[in-house]
Each structure stands twice: as structure tokens, then as C-alpha cells.
Nanobody, 121 residues
């Protein structure tokens, strides 16, 4: 079994910062990309940022220059540093990992349970 456990969400004023963490645990052979998505009420889940196993990154245009994604491969953990937060960043943030549980298994997508980020104006 694989678990992705997120932490670090909360309530912050506009212009403030938060750091999200997501640790993957369980039977894991290797992790490819890890990322963060968010979903606001009434909207679809959208990519926020993604980082490959080699460190290359991809960001949504709305967060470029404000958010930074990083990972610690030794800890199977991905982070999202969010600076200069805006009310429109308010959403549930989900961690995602594309990983193999065994060497012979195909890579599959796994999701965390989500953590609420609320930015007040």
C-alpha cells in the first residue's frame, strides 16, 4: 500500500507565505514525477507545479515567480513553497506522485487526501 500524506495548509493573509509538504510512504520501488494540484469550489482540479525525478520543474502561469516546488528523493517528499499568496490561491491542494511499487510494475498515479489553503484579503 502507498500513502501520500500532506501537511502545511492553513489560513493566511494575502501577501503571506505557506509551505506544503507531502511524504510518500509504503511499498515504493521508484518515484517519477511528483506534483501539486489545487481545486477550488465548483472548479476542476488543476496543476499548480510538478517536478521530475531529475529536478526539472513545470509551473502554472498563475504561480510562476511566487511558488517554488522542490523534492527530497531520499525522503520521498515533495514541497511547495508559496509566497505572496493571493485570495485566488484559495483551494484544496492535492499532492500527486507517479510511481512504481515494484520494478516490474507500470507507473501509476497516487493522490494525497488534500490540504486546505485559505488566503484572506
Amino acid at each position: 500500500q502507498v500513502q501520500l500524506v500532506e501537511s502545511g495548509g492553513g489560513l493566511v493573509q494575502a501577501g503571506g507565505s505557506l509551505r506544503l509538504s507531502c511524504a510518500a510512504s509504503g511499498s515504493i520501488f521508484s518515484i517519477n514525477a511528483m506534483g501539486w494540484y489545487h481545486q477550488a469550489p465548483g472548479k476542476q482540479r488543476e496543476l499548480v507545479a510538478r517536478i521530475a525525478s531529475g529536478g526539472s520543474t513545470d509551473y502554472a502561469d498563475s504561480v510562476k515567480g511566487r511558488f517554488t516546488i522542490s523534492r527530497d528523493n531520499a525522503k520521498n517528499t515533495v514541497y511547495l513553497q508559496m509566497n505572496n499568496l493571493k485570495p485566488e490561491d484559495t483551494a484544496v491542494y492535492y499532492c500527486n506522485a507517479n510511481l512504481r511499487r515494484w520494478s516490474w510494475a507500470p507507473p501509476l498515479e497516487y493522490w494525497g487526501q488534500g490540504t486546505q489553503v485559505t488566503v484572506s484579503s
